[in-house]
């Protein structure tokens, strides 16, 4: 029987045909056609035909004879060929800066094509000294482009579209250039917004090189879209969303007769879209322009002009690129407080990687990089889309420091506590985790002193009798759960709540003590924590049963077993949206024997909570850091997670722990397709 090495991409492809190799460009290709969405014909090329070329130092001979009914119907249809990479490596999927090789006329250069293509993939790896690595490869149909563009789809919080189009290749806009069109709309394929701007050039390939050309002056003004064309690009946009059941992004042709070629989708969850604001110009900004993500912070302004230039960025920096630098790799982008630029839209390159950093982001200010200087200190606000000088519009960073949202907050442990402190790591690192805020340290202090429960505490502290201590405990829980909170606060807790709960439908609220998850000492499970709340009576009185809980006798003792002294002890309560998961556990980033090159993965049906209160008996795997493969598996007979699910959560460790610099115990949540990031901590064993 012949090897097989070419598979068509249909509709519910079975990944068994090429021993569950996957990559996201494979599956979301696949995807594509799941959700019926239109597009040039694609087949998958297996990552064992690279294995024998590997051994063989040349292509079988079954392998000419597989190809050319496959090039005979891709040259007659389309009329050219692309072969794209579709790489996985050991700790990366297909990096952006490998090539695809296009405008592909018969089945020689085909062939020439998946050399270079393997090539490039070798040359990665050396470079990066990467052992591991699978080299799979699409070839596809090439649709000629007349005009391009991306898409993204928020289907469940604004139910918006934003459709960008340009003449051209779509390599104008990911670059970050100015030259394209944006349209604004809802899923009943309304145009609720545009923006139509003069469009001087635009990418075309000849050859299979990329060329900038002019665009005819005639059409430079007009709209490069119909509105039936937009209407059909929503609709379907939509259908892919609502398959997803999350955000989306998908790239897109145009050929000049109509046929629309969606060619490479991406879940983007967490992604909420706005109407660009039709408030008036406000002269008091110094620059105007195109929110990204949201958020407001003050900082100081680096305008890089140059990489070399990229060195001097400073933690916390306020980070301005001209357009030259818009289509460059910014490897700073995860220590930056906000990011602006000149040119852009919200579907840039640069774009997709402030939200997934989640840094606020404003692009397309024209003259950002002009107008500020370096050494300013101003205010960003990015939920309007505009920079003031520092003192003008500070008050929109709001003046308490007792509830505060963790989303783009730069926080001392000692005013979060360590649970919250690194929850924000983890939102820093463009992580999946849940919206949360936390009601601080200096909102329990307040509370304390306001209620005069805060001398009582340290009387009791001073003569505590580690014998007697549940009696000491009961006396402070009940001044405690009886304590006011004052309407200021209240309101505060509560208006944050109502967001959350808008979202999420229910939160959690969990203790966070500037003595716990460090590497010296966990707490673990000392500290009290509530889940599925729904309403404020409950909220407020778990709030009160987490502050409380900083003085559960098991909590005492195991500070001064620890060296901790508790009258220095702080406590902040997190409130977080709650994830309803349908499977959860935990990643050990390294063995309990302390070998580090392998992950422990636990997991369970249902909450965390099941698997870290010991109440259900987990799926445990062990898996290899290095390649992701399961290397042992105890428990239920029946497969928990799928080996996508399990790559992806050892690269999430992998990402985790490289960024906290130390071995991590981190709890996660499954919720249909989407992976929830809920707490890290050190492992401290």
């Known amino acids: 029987m012949k090897r097989k090495f070419i598979f068509p991409l249909k509709k519910n492809f079975d990944y068994f045909n090429i021993d569950n190799f996957r990559t996201k460009k494979l599956e979301g290709t696949v995807e594509l056609r799941n959700a019926d969405l239109p597009g040039a014909d694609a087949y998958i090329i297996s990552p064992k035909l690279y294995i024998s070329l590997l051994k063989e130092k040349k292509f079988p001979e079954s392998l000419k004879s597989e190809l050319a009914p496959v090039v005979k119907k891709l040259i007659k249809k389309f009329s050219k060929i692309t072969v794209r990479t579709c790489f996985r490596f050991s700790g990366y999927e297909n990096p952006r800066s490998l090539p695809a090789f296009r405008d592909l006329k018969n089945q020689k250069q085909v062939l020439t094509g998946i050399k270079q293509a393997y090539k490039a993939g070798e040359d990665f790896a050396k470079e990066n000294n990467i052992d591991w690595f699978e080299l799979g490869l699409i070839i596809m149909g090439r649709v000629e482009a007349e005009k391009s563009g991306i898409i993204i789809v928020d289907p469940e919080k604004s139910n918006l579209c934003v459709v960008e189009v340009c003449w051209g290749d779509v390599h104008l806009i990911a670059v970050g250039e100015d030259d394209f069109d944006s349209y604004w709309v809802n899923r009943k394929g309304k145009i609720v917004h545009k923006v139509i701007r003069e469009k001087k050039k635009g990418y075309y390939f000849k050859n299979g090189d990329k060329v900038k050309r002019a665009i005819s002056k005639s059409v430079r003004k007009n709209p490069s879209l119909t509105d039936n064309e937009v209407k059909r690009l929503a609709e379907n946009a939509f259908k892919a969303a609502t398959y997803h059941n999350t955000s989306v992004e998908i790239e897109y042709m145009i050929r000049r007769d109509g046929f629309i070629d969606m060619y490479e989708l991406q879940e983007r969850s967490g992604l909420n879209l706005d109407v660009p604001s039709k408030k008036k110009f406000d002269k008091s900004a110094l620059v105007n322009g195109i929110v990204v993500n949201k958020g407001r912070v003050e900082g100081i302004v680096k305008i890089v002009k140059e990489l070399k230039e990229l060195k001097e960025v400073q933690p916390g920096a306020v980070l301005v690129l001209p357009s030259e630098l818009m289509g460059e790799d910014i490897p700073v982008i995860g220590k930056i407080k906000a990011l602006i630029t000149d040119t852009g839209g919200i579907t840039a390159h640069i774009s997709t990687i402030a939200k997934e950093c989640k840094i606020p982001c404003i692009v397309g200010t024209q003259d950002a990089s002009k107008k500020l200087k370096n050494g300013m200190r101003v205010v960003v606000d990015a939920d309007v889309g505009k920079i003031y000088p520092s003192g003008q519009a500070i ?34 690192l463009g992580e999946n985790v849940p919206a949360a805020y936390v009601a601080t340290t200096e909102a329990f202090s307040e509370f304390l002193k306001e209620n005069r429960i805060d001398k009582y505490i340290e009387q009791e502290l001073v003569k505590i009798d580690v014998e007697n201590l549940g009696d000491s405990e009961e006396l402070l829980k009940k001044k405690i759960l009886s304590g006011k909170i004052n309407n200021k606060l209240k309101s505060e807790i509560l208006e944050a709540f109502k967001k959350l709960k808008a979202e999420y439908g229910k939160v959690s609220v969990r203790s966070s003590a500037t003595c716990e998850d460090s590497v010296k000492a966990s707490f673990a499970g000392q500290f009290q924590s509530f889940l599925f709340v729904d309403d404020k009576e409950t909220l407020f009185e778990s709030v009160r049963r987490c502050w409380a809980s900083l003085f559960r006798a098991g909590a005492v003792v195991y500070a001064v077993k620890h060296g901790i002294d508790i009258k220095k002890v702080k406590m902040a309560v997190i409130i977080q949206g709650m994830v309803d998961a349908d499977k959860a556990g935990v990643i050990f980033t390294k063995d309990l024997e302390g070998k580090k090159d392998i992950m422990i993965i636990e997991a369970a049906k249902g909450i965390g909570e099941n698997v870290v209160s010991g109440e259900v008996t987990p799926v445990t795997y062990t898996v290899s850091k290095e390649t992701g493969r399961i290397m042992n598996k105890e428990g239920s007979s029946k497969e928990l997670l799928t080996t996508s699910q399990i790559l992806n959560l050892t690269n999430l460790g992998k990402r985790v722990e490289e960024a906290f610099e130390l071995s991590c115990d981190i709890e996660w949540a499954i919720k249909g397709k989407k992976i929830y990031l809920l707490q890290t901590r050190p492992i401290t064993t």
């Not at 929109?396 to 005013?415: F, M, P, Q």
């Open 395 to 428: 008050t929109s960073l709001g003046s308490s420091s007792r509830v505060l949202w963790l989303e783009g907050l730069k926080a001392k442990l000692d005013l979060v506590g360590a649970k919250a402190f690194n929850l924000i790591g983890l939102m820093q």
